[in-house]
């Protein structure tokens, strides 16, 4: 593990960073993630190429943003902030949950520079959910019962995740500060990932778990869209099964390599 501290738009990002050779490897956490997060990811890449994670603004050990801006495409400025300065110029791009809408998001703005865009288990088509239950759902988050409304939000993402995985999870959960989580969530309910997409051309694979494969999900957005779907874990997959989501890892990394 390399940590160390690179300027970001919003203030200073927490980045770690190692290993050599090969194409490199970005990746990016959920909302209440952090590297550590992807650290058997890490350790399992360089073994023969370098591999990234960082603290997106506000998470981790980065700095929060002053003017409280969490919109995805400015969260996409982090990514840039990090891979310009780290010297890297083209990459795969691996997001989970809302790390998986920021990296299409920077994928639209910069097809050029993503060799390959890996998407794991985030959101699809935001505009096909009521109106109604996403604002009822903000104000609930908005009122005094913001605690019990996330942490039960938060266990139902966790069904099928292993016990510690679940405590972990719950604590990084509960260490955001309010203001974020209603942010990103009203970003994530308004965010249509269908332009970003159609702006990059390159290998993308989607893995999901089971309930989010449905006619609303991200996969069903694009005809050439391919997805796997992972059995057995909660919603943080590559935590509960790290050697199965390694392996699918290292099986799109053969199909971008070949691309080139």
Do not use: C
């Not at 791009?93 to 920077?106: E, F, K, N």
């Not at 957005?221 to 290292?250: A, C, M, Y």
């Amino acid at each position: 593990m390399n940590l160390s501290q690179i300027a970001g738009p919003a203030g200073n990002l927490n980045v770690d960073d190692g290993g050599s050779g090969g194409l490199p490897v970005v990746f990016i956490h959920s909302s209440g993630g952090n590297t550590t997060h992807w650290s058997a990811q890490l350790a399992h890449l360089r073994k023969t190429r370098r591999a990234l994670a960082l603290d997106l603004r506000g998470h981790g050990l980065s700095q929060s943003p002053k003017d409280g801006d969490y919109q995805l495409v400015s969260q996409a400025g982090d990514i840039d902030a990090v891979v310009n300065q780290a010297g890297i110029r083209k990459f795969m791009l691996v997001g989970h949950s809302m790390g998986g809408s920021v990296a299409i998001a920077y994928a639209g703005l910069h097809p050029d520079r993503v060799a390959g865009l890996l998407i794991v288990d985030s959101g699809g088509d935001p505009k096909q959910f009521p109106e109604e239950q996403k604002q009822q759902m903000i104000k609930a988050m908005e009122s005094d019962a913001y605690a019990s409304v996330t942490e039960s939000y938060w266990k139902q993402l966790l069904v099928g995740s292993a016990p510690g995985v679940q405590e972990r999870v719950m604590k990084d959960m509960q260490r955001m500060p309010k203001e974020m989580v209603i942010s990103q969530v009203k970003e994530l309910f308004w965010f249509d990932p269908k332009p970003a997409l159609g702006r990059y051309h390159g290998p993308k694979l989607s893995v999901i778990t089971p309930g989010n494969d449905t006619k609303f999900s991200l996969h069903k957005l694009q005809s050439e869209f391919p997805h796997i779907v992972v059995t057995g874990t909660g919603h943080w997959l590559h935590l509960d099964k790290p050697e199965e989501f390694n392996r699918i890892l290292d099986e799109f990394l053969i199909t971008v390599d070949a691309s080139k």
